[in-house]
């Protein structure tokens, strides 16, 4: 172990049941990058990855082709692990689900769980959805289908075997209530809390005979061990618990952070740190739940064909573009739209036009004026100080954010540093500089800086960019090593004088946008033929029916009958001028949204019945009216406190804003 200890990240396993797109990318790009920045620190890094491989779908899937599970699932896995290679994922460990040494450890935990009086059998009756592998109650079905994907669901009732996770109820409380970080974004805290846990847990089913495609349960091998318990016990049974556990499972657990979708949240704070508890093992450090890469017109999805194939992109921008693509342009925490409009203004503005201008024009320089040779002297311009704090600052502050998972920040830091060198070059003017001679130690300094500046800037993209960092050396005369570590951009001023830069091709050529649109669109990436979509779940909380007082309208809430007022009515109502700091889609309501609202110093949550109108990611940021003083509601199960206000006319809606101050009366 180094000096600065271990960490350890994993990424969800992936449910192979075809190939994965670009919101999966999302995910494992992000666990990299933190892996490569950690390693670069000087911690010990286990990185892990893998596929969850049982259940019904891949059994049916398989069927459908003709193949046994595992002849299918060992094609579609081969797939994975070629795209990781092609994305360059560095990874320390993929663990697949049908590995023999989890299989056997799954089984050990399921044993002392049973024999601790935590695991018990039972029959298990509800309405069972095959390609979502969930069990709802009839009232949770809308228009008798399942909620999710809207198939044919079918009554089921079987023995099962269920774990007492309601038994765990007040530690995960005391567990979201009182550990700083466990479950990160905040909204995702107030939605486990106040939609599952506070309602009230059920016992959960955790095995199932009615398929033959999982673990079997050693003392009763009828049933097989379903879903969550197998799939989530990877993060430990890939370190070697129960088995092994003074080698690496006391080396790396608890984890640092699980890095995970949003939509399987609930299940990695809930279910497996109750799991972990009844075990007597330390719950993970953090959970951290993003958000979406969308398509216009919806979220990305194997079942409905919209994926975007990340191999596709690569091809045409190299796998340094899309890594910095994903983590620029979206924020971790939140929803982001994918168009290829979108990705390409960000290849020009940031990669062609910042970085890749910035070092073709300094290296240009110094051939120019210099013969290539890197010169130092003591001249100063007053323009050196500032450039050359800023560079010695970035480092703590790009620490900071990457800490926190903020992605987008973090680079947004490293790029205040590319933009105020590009500001500098405009400052000080070499050309002209190189046109006196009374001003060549001055040019010397200004052309020193700048190279010096691109070092600090190629330190720090290291973990989000290899091959652009290495490009960069090579044209800095650099070698891999001491000027090159990340630890050198704490300090200004190390290259030494007399390297040889060497220009080279740009980092990143202009796009022409109009032309590279209509080239996107004739390769027209067909759309896949629709497969089961990946989402797993187990038989989810007990609905909260509504009541009639709760039927929303458009904007959340109840709306009374037109009728005339007096002005001393209608003083009571308390306008404020609110910001949309977070907002999601309702769990259990297709229509509604559920926003965080700064109010001033509070925040507020509002539950808005505006989905069909925007989509969440669109509403951050903005100043909208709220109605302060209405009195909480619960809608499908969410508290709302407060309404916005909207106006429509016919079909369309739109938010009334205002450009004022959050927490400002309106009157």
Not at 322 to 342: M, P
Request: glycine share 6%; charged share 30%; net charge negative.
């Amino acid at each position: 172990m180094t000096a600065k200890g271990s960490f350890y990240i994993t990424t969800p396993i992936y449910y192979p049941s075809s190939k994965l797109h670009i919101g999966h990318t999302y995910t494992t790009v992000a666990a990299d990058v933190m892996a490569r920045y950690k390693r670069a620190q000087g911690f010990d890094v286990m990185f892990l990855t893998g596929t969850d491989e049982h259940g019904q779908k891949i059994e049916n899937v398989a069927k459908a082709q003709g193949k046994a599970p595992k002849e299918f699932l060992d094609k579609v896995v081969a797939e994975i692990k070629d795209l990781w290679k092609v994305m360059e994922i560095s990874y320390d460990k993929f663990i697949r689900t049908t590995d023999d040494y989890h299989e056997r450890r799954v089984q050990m935990m399921f044993e002392k769980l049973y024999e601790k009086g935590d695991i018990y059998k039972g029959t298990y009756e509800g309405m069972y959805c095959t390609p979502c592998e969930s069990f709802w109650t009839e009232s949770q079905l809308v228009d008798h289908k399942c909620p999710d994907c809207g198939r044919d669901v079918t009554k089921t009732s079987e023995e099962a075997y269920f774990f007492k996770m309601s038994k765990y109820q007040d530690r995960l409380l005391d567990l979201f209530e009182n550990v700083e970080g466990f479950a990160e974004p905040k909204s995702r805290v107030n939605e486990m809390v106040n939609n599952f846990i506070k309602p009230g847990l059920e016992d959960l089913c955790v095995t199932r005979t009615s398929f033959d495609w999982g673990i079997p349960v050693p003392f009763d091998p009828k049933h097989v061990i379903y879903v969550w318990l197998d799939a989530l016990s990877n993060y430990v049974t890939a370190l070697g618990y129960p088995e092994e556990v003074d080698g690496d499972f006391a080396k790396f657990w608890p984890a640092d952070v699980h890095l995970v979708g949003k939509e399987i949240v609930r299940f990695h704070t809930i279910i497996w740190p109750a799991m972990l508890m009844a075990l007597d093992v330390p719950v993970p450090k953090k959970v951290f739940g993003h958000g979406w890469i969308l398509l216009e017109g919806g979220k990305m999805s194997k079942s409905k064909g919209n994926i975007v194939d990340p191999v596709v992109l690569i091809d045409r921008y190299g796998v340094d573009a899309l890594k910095y693509f994903l983590l620029r342009e979206y924020s971790f925490g939140q929803d982001g739209i994918f168009t290829n409009e979108v990705l390409l203004n960000r290849l020009n503005s940031d990669l062609a036009n910042d970085l890749g201008n910035l070092v073709s024009r300094t290296i240009a320089m110094i051939e120019k004026y210099n013969d290539g040779l890197i010169r130092k002297s003591s001249a100063v311009t007053a323009f050196d100080a500032s450039l050359s704090e800023l560079a010695a600052e970035t480092i703590g502050k790009v620490e900071e954010k990457l800490d926190k998972l903020d992605f987008s920040n973090a680079l947004d830091e490293i790029w205040k540093l590319v933009r105020r060198t590009n500001k500098y070059i405009d400052e000080t003017a070499p050309w002209v500089l190189a046109k006196d001679e009374q001003q060549k130690d001055v040019l010397d300094t200004v052309l020193y800086n700048l190279a010096e500046a691109i070092r600090v800037v190629s330190a720090l993209i290291q973990p989000f960019m290899v091959h652009t960092s290495r490009k960069i050396w090579d044209q800095l005369g650099l070698e891999e090593g001491g000027l090159t570590h990340w630890d050198s951009a704490r300090t200004f001023g190390l290259l030494p004088v007399g390297l040889k830069v060497q220009k080279a091709d740009a980092l990143f050529p202009r796009i022409d946008i109009p032309k590279e649109l209509e080239a996107l669109a004739a390769l027209g990436a067909p759309a896949e033929e629709p497969v089961v979509e990946e989402k797993k779940e187990e038989a989810p909380a007990k609905e909260i029916k509504e009541t009639p007082k709760d039927k929303a309208s458009a904007d959340g809430h109840t709306t009374p009958e037109s009728s005339e007022i007096t002005i001393d009515e209608f003083a009571k109502v308390q306008l404020k001028v609110a910001e949309v700091v977070a907002c999601e889609r309702h769990p259990n309501a297709d229509k509604l949204l559920v926003l965080q609202l700064k109010v001033g110093e509070e925040t507020r949550q509002v539950v808005s019945g505006i989905s069909k109108f925007f989509e969440p990611e669109a509403l951050v940021g903005r100043k909208v009216i709220l109605v302060a003083n209405l009195k909480a509601v619960k809608l499908r199960g969410v508290e709302s406190h407060g309404m916005i206000l909207a106006a429509a006319d016919g079909e369309a809606l739109g938010l009334l804003t205002v450009d004022m101050p959050s927490g400002s009366t309106v009157s």
